[in-house]
């Protein structure tokens, strides 16, 4: 009997070792999480000075979502600077809206081909600070027939996120 009272004492002193140890490690993975979160936020805080003044400029002029449908404005000029450029537009297709917590953003992936001079003369075209447009995304090779390129572009315009 002496020997089921000790049997029963340290089963139930390692049950609580092991909840024990359970909630340290539970403390100590949540102590990591705020500490990694902390680093974060004391990153952000001293590149305030760098980012301070983009995100005034992002309030000043970035427009609300333009009535009726964006993304076909937006496509019709990235359209219209790659015919005006000189480039072929093989296909293109609308990206759905994609809303984060400062802005909303409507693209349109393009693949197209042309001379790198004529890629240059649309990016510059496509590029509206003003407006909020610009190149997300552009990957050029070389097509079979050089100088010719195979360019997959992706176009975008950014507006201010609706605010509930």
Known sequence: MLLFGLAVGAGL?????KLVLNFDQINRRSLLRVSDELAEAQTWIS???EWSPKI???DKNLQPVAEGNPSSALQKAAQSAA?????KIEEQTLQAARTGTSCTVY???????GSLEQ???W???VYQPGKGMAITSLNLKLSPEPPKMIGEAEAAQFFKAQTP
């Not at 002193?13 to 070792?17: E, G, K, R, W």
């Not at 693209?107 to 081909?113: A, H, I, K, Q």
Request: charged fraction near 20%; glycine fraction near 10%; avoid cysteine.
């Open 83 to 87: 015919t005006s450029a000189g480039l």
């Open 107 to 113: 693209g349109n992936r393009m693949r197209l081909t």
């Open 119 to 121: 890629f240059i003369r």
């Open 13 to 17: 002193h390692l049950l609580v070792l």
């Open 123 to 125: 990016g510059v075209t």
């Open 47 to 49: 590149q305030k000075e």
């Open 56 to 58: 005034e400029w992002l």
